[in-house]
């Protein structure tokens, strides 16, 4: 007889708990086993005793935390099966950002797909979602609302392009979390033929170098740093998003500023952060992506992990699937959350 | 439309200026004729054709889509014309599910992405009937940013900063003309304005202006400085009062059909007839006045407050045409029966001028009288005290004086060496500093604008309340001063404002200068200002010195006394 899904996962303050693997997914607090999605510091966090994630996930947490951000980590393959207590899990591509992974756990013959966050998109910057058929699938909703259908990140990178050729004086600021959107930005605009060096914020430095290191070709990068302002006439200047409207903003001759997001899509969103030129590129799926993933899992349930649920859930019963809301805290503080007073904190002290 | 709706789109966003105008010019170079002529009609609010209604939008995009998503959506965007472009269903969302039960949403495969053109041309021809269909058919064949572009422009709401005048100037810039030239010509022309292109593209000659009431740019007037009246004689130049209401143009004509033209012009020639029906059935002459827009009640002109509230109002009701007269006063003639007469100097105008308002003899027409005045110091007195030399009690509605040469042409823009305003002086109030919020544009990295607060008396004593919110007034070294005293200063962050220190032994004193003052019951402390800017930085005066609210309070008092100086008066 097949296992039921609550035997499989449940929910505890920490996060999503596997009991007969004793592990926890992507936990919120400090656990003595944790199998880490991706990199972002909402799913990501420090203090496990051990972590089991994808070498680059590693690789960003040590970025960012240190090296000894746990007390032992394991490195796992993409698609390799292991086995953990009663159960046994893989590790299939989310297509998110560099590193990210969704988890298949199966026992009994039932079998739980968490997706961490993913998109559907081609991405040169990451390995490409995988759709893996399942009993239950548990799946974010950052952009779970109709209204949010991105348009071709190409498109949107081509607008960019064009405000730079009409624009040759100012400098373009693009906006842009410094785990995965910077390196896909530039990826997209490499792509589209733009050569040009691509000046960084010093808080993107060591995850672009990171991405380098991995192989992704993102050209030229050099830092912002204390070149002179004559340097950014005309140039592409990639930062965080908060610093579009800070201080640090000054050194370039009248700016434009870009965000780069899946948030402006919603003019009102875009207009209330000053932006003037929204680039609808994310790294989420949209609600199309969202829905189309859903039905090709083949899920008979579906668990909502964070963002618009309400609308999710009520499509989803609306084509027969079960499906519930999970109301999880503490997820999306980082990619395409909203920025907090918080991060613009961080970005401020960390402005050189 | 996609040209279009990019350009709406850009323009949305876009804060500057001069950055509106590029992306202008550059959309009228690369766009063809006739898209490009709707579109600066479209811009200019000159294209005829019945709009859509908001319920028709809902109607549509409810047969197309779940309406508990759609409400839920509706609820996060807030625009429903933007949550209609983003909602309607793509093309390929039929395809990836063949065999999927038949859902709610669907979309007819497009057949052919309509241009500008095609969309205005079909939305003057076709009928009510048939209307919510071919909008439907639009919305298939549309991207995102074109169906948002649509919906804005058949439900009028546009809005996207550009004046008429920017997207005339842009037309100008294109072919290196001057924008007045176009401004000139502008109403005997017709969307798609394929003659005007042909001509500032040098491709065909000028159009000639059939328009038989044209806009003329406006002449405007040049602050004067103090070493001014040290240079000019003072029996060189006439004097009016400087009205405190809307600088208006009124052109009235026959046209070759026989047909009256009446046209009320803005100061940026803005075609602005449709609001003011009541100062439209005035205008029986053939000719242009220049003059100023005043709400008069019972004789009694009203303040700018008053005058605010008969603005941009959608509809013009009776009720609103009731309450809010609407008076033209006068104070030049830049046409009449045909005759330029710009190029004749001020005194002869003037003289046709008044003899032609008597001719017009309409109530709601009259004359901006001179004042008199044989030296400087004779047109202080009266600046100081309008009332003395005869405004009576319209002085509450003159905020100063013009003056200007007798012998000066009326040349457009602001030409220097003829005409100049005398402000009244401005009140000043010492405030301090309460709050500091980004500013937009060039200023986003800036804390630039200023709320700030007086003393009064509350529960638990003196406490500073809010009063005022400046965003100008200081140079480009004082806002960066500014800057880092909010920066240094905060102690509460709201999203873009920050609160700072204040309190009777710290804060920032600003030298707050305003033009007047009402009652208002939206602000906390029952004031509102008018006009308020930084007048100085007091880095020197101690915050618990700055004014109370009780100084507001008198001066409230007092204009209210000069506005109504017939009712409640105490004796």
Avoid at chain 2, 225 to 242: I, L, M, N, P, R
Avoid at chain 2, 467 to 479: I, N, Q
């Amino acid at each position: 007889m097949a296992l039921r899904s609550t035997d499989i996962l449940t929910q505890t303050p920490q996060g999503l708990y596997c009991p007969l693997g004793d592990f926890h997914i992507d936990p919120v607090r400090p656990v003595t086993r944790a199998l880490i999605t991706h990199g972002h510091s909402d799913h990501a966090r420090a203090g496990h005793a051990a972590v089991l994630a994808t070498r680059e996930t590693l690789r960003i947490m040590a970025v960012r935390y240190g090296e000894d951000f746990a007390d032992t980590t394991e490195e796992v393959e993409l698609g390799e099966p292991m086995r953990i207590g009663s159960v046994s899990v893989r590790f299939a591509p989310a297509g998110h950002v560099l590193g990210s992974a969704q988890i298949v756990i199966e026992a009994g013959g039932t079998r739980v797909v968490v997706s961490g966050d993913y998109k559907r998109t081609e991405d040169p910057t990451c390995t490409p979602f995988e759709v893996v058929p399942c009993d239950v699938f548990i799946t974010e909703a950052t952009f779970g609302l109709p209204v949010f259908r991105h348009p071709p990140a190409r498109e949107e990178v081509r607008k960019l392009l064009n405000s730079v050729s009409l624009f040759s004086e100012r400098t373009h600021m693009v906006g842009a979390y410094p785990l995965g959107k910077a390196q896909h930005v530039i990826a997209l605009l490499r792509e589209e033929g733009y050569d040009a060096p691509i000046y960084l914020h010093g808080a993107m430095e060591r995850l672009t170098y990171l991405y380098k290191s991995e192989g992704v070709s993102l050209g030229e990068t050099p830092l912002v740093g204390d070149l002179p302002r004559t340097e950014f006439a005309g140039a592409i200047v990639l930062c965080p998003p908060s610093s579009l409207q800070d201080r640090w903003s000054r050194r370039f001759p009248d700016p434009v500023s870009a965000f780069a997001s899946g948030w402006m899509r919603v003019r009102a969103r875009a207009r209330q952060k000053g932006v003037e030129l929204p680039l609808v590129i994310s790294d989420h799926a949209d609600w199309d992506d969202l829905c189309r993933t859903i039905r090709e899992t083949g899920a008979g349930e579906v668990w909502v992990t964070h963002g618009q649920e309400d609308a999710l859930v009520h499509w989803c019963l609306q084509q027969g699937i079960k499906a519930r809301p999970l109301h999880m805290l503490g997820y999306g503080d980082e990619g395409e959350a909203e920025d907090t007073a918080q991060a613009a904190e961080t970005s401020e002290a960390g402005a050189s | 439309m996609n040209r279009f709706a990019a350009l709406l789109d850009r323009l949305a966003y876009e804060p500057r200026r001069n950055a509106k105008l590029r992306l202008l010019v550059d959309y009228f170079r690369h766009t063809p004729d006739p898209d490009r002529g709707y579109a600066l009609a479209a811009m200019t609010d000159a294209l005829m054709f019945q709009g859509a209604k908001p319920g028709l939008i809902r109607g549509l995009v409810e047969e197309r889509v779940d309406p508990v998503l759609f409400r839920m959506s509706y609820h996060y965007v807030g625009d429903l014309a933007e949550t209609t472009a983003l909602i309607w269903p793509a093309p390929q969302e039929v395809s990836s599910t063949p065999d999927a039960p038949p859902r709610p949403g669907h979309n007819n495969p497009p057949t052919h992405v309509p241009t500008l053109g095609e969309v205005v041309e079909a939305l003057s021809s076709t009928g009510k009937s048939e209307l919510p269909a071919r909008i439907a058919g639009w919305l298939d064949a549309l991207d995102e940013t074109g169906r948002w572009a649509l919906l804005k422009l058949i439900t009028r709401e546009l809005r996207v900063g550009v004046s008429a005048r920017l997207a005339k100037t842009a037309v100008a810039q294109l072919g290196g003309v001057d924008a007045d030239e176009v401004e000139l010509l502008w109403h005997g022309l017709e969307a798609p304005y394929e003659n005007l292109f042909a001509w500032v593209e040098g491709r065909g000659p000028k159009p000639e202006s059939k328009n038989p009431a044209p806009f003329r740019p406006p002449m405007l007037a040049h602050p004067i400085e103090d070493e001014d009246f040290g240079k000019f004689t003072a029996t060189d130049f006439v004097a009016e009062w400087k009205w405190d209401g809307i600088r208006l143009q009124a052109a009235a004509g026959r046209a070759p059909d026989g047909r009256m033209v009446r046209r009320i012009y803005s100061r940026t020639g803005d075609d602005v007839s449709r609001a003011f029906p009541d100062l439209v059935e005035a205008l029986d002459f053939d000719g242009a006045l220049d003059g100023e827009l005043l709400i008069v009640r019972d004789g009694l002109v009203q303040s700018f407050n008053v005058l605010q509230q008969r603005l941009n109002r959608k509809s013009v009701t009776a009720k609103l045409l009731t309450e809010f007269p609407a008076h033209f006063r006068v104070y030049d003639l830049l046409a009449e029966g045909g005759e330029d007469l710009r190029d004749l100097p001020f005194l002869q105008r003037r003289q046709r001028l008044e003899v032609l308002v008597s001719r017009i003899a309409h109530p709601r027409i009259d004359l901006s009288p001179m004042v008199s005045f044989a030296s400087w110091e004779a047109l202080a007195a009266a600046r100081a005290n309008p009332a003395s030399v005869g405004a009576g009690p319209d002085a509450e509605a003159i905020e100063g004086c013009m003056i200007k040469r007798a012998d000066s042409p009326y040349l457009p823009g602001r030409p220097k060496g003829y005409w100049y305003k005398w402000k009244r002086d401005p009140y000043l109030v010492d405030a301090v500093m309460m709050y500091g919020q980004r500013g937009h544009g060039k200023r986003s990295s800036f804390y630039s604008d200023y709320t700030f607060g007086v003393w009064r008396t509350g529960p638990e004593g003196d406490e500073l309340v809010p009063v005022g919110k400046a965003y100008h007034g200081f140079t480009d070294e004082e806002l960066a001063q500014l800057d880092r005293y909010v920066r240094n200063h905060t102690v509460n962050r709201f999203g873009p404002v920050r609160e700072v220190e204040y309190g009777k032994d710290r804060g920032l004193v600003l030298e707050v200068a305003f033009e007047g003052l009402q009652r208002s019951t939206r602000h906390k402390s029952g004031v509102a200002m008018r006009f308020p800017r930084i007048n100085r930085i007091r880095w020197d005066k101690p915050a618990a010195e700055a004014d109370r609210i009780e100084t507001l309070e008198r001066i409230l008092a007092r204009g209210e006394e000069e506005t109504y100086p017939l009712e409640d008066r105490e004796t």
